[in-house]
């Protein structure tokens, strides 16, 4: 629904008519071929063949198209012409072309000085042409002519570039792939991001026909001299938003080879294996550096995150990512907890490891299992601590990645400003405060994906294929993140709903096959999510909504000012403006949000502008949760978020994180911008807007994340003397007990390979009748007075009723075994649970241990 298509179509087809008519005179230009056939006029149809050694295959050619052309078009001179464009052959490839131009004026010979490739010269004939239409052949067609008749019609019909496909299923709305360097060469194009296009290997028939103007702008645009030109060249089509249809082809069979004896065949066969293998080579590297420059910008991204997290890959054994309060210690968790149910085919789902006797739903938690399953042999090798910094580098650059790459399919041409617009979405101030312990909200790669396919399903060209897609890329993120695809979910809503508003035509005109494509999405995650959803909402350890407390929305000052880790951020003032230093949501700073607004105001014409600006308001709206308070006043205003408080599903959202729509909304207008301040003719003009986006930019900056030594794990732990104290299906009691503010035992039970389980914990779980959602395990009696002392109380009196309820919290536990490592106040703790249990601890390595098995209480 973007508008691009429109914008880019003028532009390019404008160019191209004049540097088609330049071309088509004979004109030469620096490197291109040297002698063209005089130029007869505008025709309806040209036939561009490239030729190089074909003087065996140029003369049946030759007759075939001007017998079937004649017959479909017409003899007269402004019908059709053939031009075929002669790459430097050594036999009579050339002459015989000459010979056949003698008696047919509408055929024309270029000549190449040197042999440059297959895709030098199809651009020379391109350029050279004068037709309304475009025809690409090669000099020994296995395609005959009369299958243009096809392509014909789809053109026809779309208005569009047509490829033909050798196949034996599809049509327009079902396309079938082309023949590209046999089936491994295809795979690898699409697997580089670029479809596959007939005629790309150099021994296989090219049939692909054009409107003439859109295939002068192509090739004109085009750098590759090889075989690899059709990828670039669709690729180059594609990204002006032009469709490129596909319809099956006749293809004659290949008549088998005659057995050769002499030793001019056998080194004629050779000769031409080598060349074939030559033009594999050379079609790989001009692929690889068709897409040099993603690599380079992937490279980019990558040195980025690294620079972000550079502290905790310089000691992953010892260092702590300082902002993550207990953050880093769950997710390592939960890299470990998959990994132990998964290599002990236990459910995935579910766990006892902590939260005694009740356990874990892990479905319910997010434990992003659509990574930490695939990269249990990486845990397996090498630890907890590289999956969890592995997934934090390589997802934000993924994500960084993907946003570039839909910012460039879709709507700018420079690949800098793509990357840039992309770089802004991935690292804004919001993804590097949740980089320091929520890969759930830094891993978005999937999102991207998702909003290409619903993009795809508006177009409606193949609404089945992009709706089951759309379906597959949903189900995925629900296991790398459910509230992300949520959140996001809502700004892909206001979009659409903006975008009703700029342009009622295209959005109506997009609701049918989008909504059909979203129907069959849901036909494809229902069967695939149906159990998983059902254990997360009704299974064991299952809740109906998470408590955050009566506004977790952003002060309108967390809006303008900057976050922790911006350049020019303080980090007190950013404390005193969030929940806490992973929660810093917006702190996009003033300077960015001015620029948004001088973007919208500069380029408010463009549609997609006017949807974004729309899209952002009402995200940073939403934002501020039920309940705005003016700054420096005591008034309170109700917000809109009040609306949706109630809503299933959005009764569990922190709604400050709604702001993080706003990072790729930013994104994408900064890129839009670039791409035309880069295009500005006047240097002065282009100076002042790179420093405008300069002067927005480095406040924000990201700074590398703090990181702090971590908690030594006890040597009783490390040792394995727990093992001594702790049964089978017995739970170990640290003191204090796990919660959501100190949970080193996590990473206790971690190292320990989860030998042991333990009391309390920190996940999310049901509290009360009601089930309410709360961070952490049911508190009881003992883990209450056991947390308060630890932190500054005074131990009570210990009277039997204490001793009695402290019985009843350790068999509630199933405890084992109760540890108290050497920390702050341990005496008083030491003591108080002397007392409690009615005996003295043993003192073990580091640590001073009760045993509280049946019986010993």
């Known amino acids: 629904m973007t508008d691009t298509t429109a914008t880019g179509e003028t532009e390019a087809a404008g160019g191209s008519r004049a540097t088609g008519g330049a071309r088509a005179t004979g004109e030469r230009v620096a490197g291109e071929p040297a002698a063209a056939a005089p130029w007869l006029g505008a025709v309806g149809l040209s036939v561009v063949i490239p030729a190089h050694e074909d003087a065996q295959r140029i003369g049946p050619a030759l007759d075939a198209f001007r017998a079937h052309l004649d017959a479909r078009l017409g003899s007269g001179p402004g019908d059709w012409e053939l031009v075929v464009v002669d790459d430097a052959s050594t036999d009579a490839t050339a002459d015989l072309v000459e010979a056949a131009a003698a008696d047919e004026p509408r055929i024309r010979l270029i000549r190449s000085e040197d042999h ?115 990828a670039e060249v669709l690729r180059w089509v594609r990204r002006q938003g032009w469709h490129v249809a596909e319809v099956p082809v006749r293809r004659t069979p290949k008549p088998p080879a005659r057995p050769r004896r002499t030793a001019a065949a056998a080194t004629a066969t050779a000769t031409a294996a080598a060349t074939a293998t030559g033009d594999r080579r050379r079609a790989l590297k001009e692929l690889f550096r068709l897409n040099s420059g993603g690599l380079a910008v992937a490279a980019v991204f990558i040195a980025l995150s690294v620079y972000v997290f550079h502290g905790l890959w310089a000691d992953l054994d010892g260092r702590y990512l300082k902002d993550a309060l207990q953050d880093q210690n769950q997710w390592e968790w939960f890299v470990g907890v998959a990994t132990d149910n998964i290599t002990h085919l236990r459910n995935p789902l579910f766990t006892l490891a902590q939260g005694m006797p009740d356990g874990v739903n892990l479905m319910a938690n997010a434990t992003m299992l659509g990574l930490t399953v695939p990269l249990i042999p990486v845990t397996l090798l090498f630890g907890e601590t590289v999956t969890f910094a592995l997934v934090l580098t390589l997802g934000m650059a993924a994500s960084a990645w993907t946003w570039y790459w839909l910012i460039r399919r879709r709507l700018v041409e420079s690949r800098w400003a793509a990357a840039a617009g992309g770089a802004l979405a991935a690292f804004a101030p919001p993804m590097v405060s949740h980089a320091n312990g929520h890969p759930n909200f830094v891993v978005l790669f999937v999102l991207p994906l998702i909003i290409d396919r619903a993009l795809r399903l508006c177009e409606g060209r193949n609404v089945v294929r992009d709706g089951v897609l759309l379906g597959l890329f949903a189900t995925y993120q629900i296991f790398l993140g459910e509230e992300p695809l949520l959140i996001a979910a809502l700004g892909m809503l206001v979009f659409s709903l903006a975008y009703l508003l700029v342009d009622r035509r295209r959005a109506l005109a997009a609701a049918r096959p989008l909504g059909l494509g979203v129907v069959i999405a849901a036909g494809v995650c229902v069967p695939l999510l149906i159990f998983p959803l059902y254990w997360q909402f009704f299974g064991p350890q299952s809740y109906h909504s998470v408590l955050h407390g009566d506004n977790a929305g952003n002060s309108p000052r967390a809006l303008v000012e900057y976050a922790a880790r911006s350049l020019f951020g303080d980090a007190e003032t950013a404390g005193r403006l969030s929940l806490n230093t992973t929660e810093q949501n917006a702190f996009y700073g003033w300077p960015l949000l001015a620029l948004g607004v001088a973007v919208c105001v500069w380029m408010w014409r463009r549609r997609v502008v006017r949807a974004l600006a729309i899209t952002g308001a009402v995200a940073l709206a939403l934002s501020l949760g039920p309940w705005v308070p003016v700054p420096r006043t005591d008034v309170v205003l109700p917000g809109p978020w009040r609306l949706m408080v109630k809503l299933p599903l959005f009764e569990s959202v922190i709604e400050g994180r709604v702001a993080m729509v706003c990072a790729p909304v930013l994104g994408v207008l900064l890129a839009l911008a670039l791409d035309r301040i880069v295009r500005m003719r006047t240097r002065e003009l282009r100076t002042l807007g790179l420093l405008a986006v300069a002067a927005a930019l480095i406040p924000v900056l990201p700074l590398p994340l703090a990181v702090r030594e971590r908690a030594p794990v006890p040597a009783f732990i490390t ?114 649970i002397s007392e409690l249990i009615g005996r003295q601890p043993e003192k073990v390595e580091d640590v001073w241990v009760w045993r509280v098995g049946p019986g010993r209480v």
């Not at 395609?143 to 208005?159: K, S």
């Not at 795979?187 to 021994?203: C, E, N, Q, T």
């Not at 028939?205 to 075989?227: E, M, Q, T």
């Open 116 to 230: 440059r490739g297959r895709g030098a010269a199809l651009r020379a004939g391109v350029l050279a042409s004068a037709g309304e239409r475009v025809l690409l052949a090669d000099a020994g067609p296995r395609t005959p002519p009369a299958e243009l008749d096809r392509l014909e019609q789809a053109l026809g019909e779309e208005n569009h570039g047509s490829h033909g496909s050798h196949g034996s299923h599809g049509s327009h709305e079902d396309p079938a792939p082309a023949a590209v360097l046999g089936r491994t060469g295809n795979r690898l194009v699409r697997a580089l991001g670029i479809p596959g296009m007939p005629g790309f290997r150099a021994d296989t028939c090219g049939f692909a026909l054009f409107d003439g103007d859109r295939a002068r702008a192509a090739f004109g645009a085009s750098v590759l001299d090889g075989p690899a030109i059709d």
């Open 719 to 832: 040792s394995g003397a727990w093992k001594g104290y702790v049964k089978d299906g017995e739970a170990l009691v640290p003191v204090p007990l796990p919660d959501p503010g100190q949970a080193d035992a996590l990473h206790w039970q971690v190292e320990a390979d989860f030998g042991f389980r333990l009391a309390g914990g920190y996940f999310n779980g049901p509290w009360g009748p009601d089930r309410i959602g709360i961070y952490g395990a049911t508190p009881r009696h003992l883990s209450n007075l056991l947390r308060d002392v630890r932190y500054g109380q005074q131990p009570p009196e210990i009277t039997p009723q204490w001793r009695e309820q402290a019985r009843r919290d350790l068999e509630f536990w199933k405890a084992g075994a109760v540890v108290l490592p050497f920390q702050d106040r341990g005496v008083e703790l030491r003591d108080m």
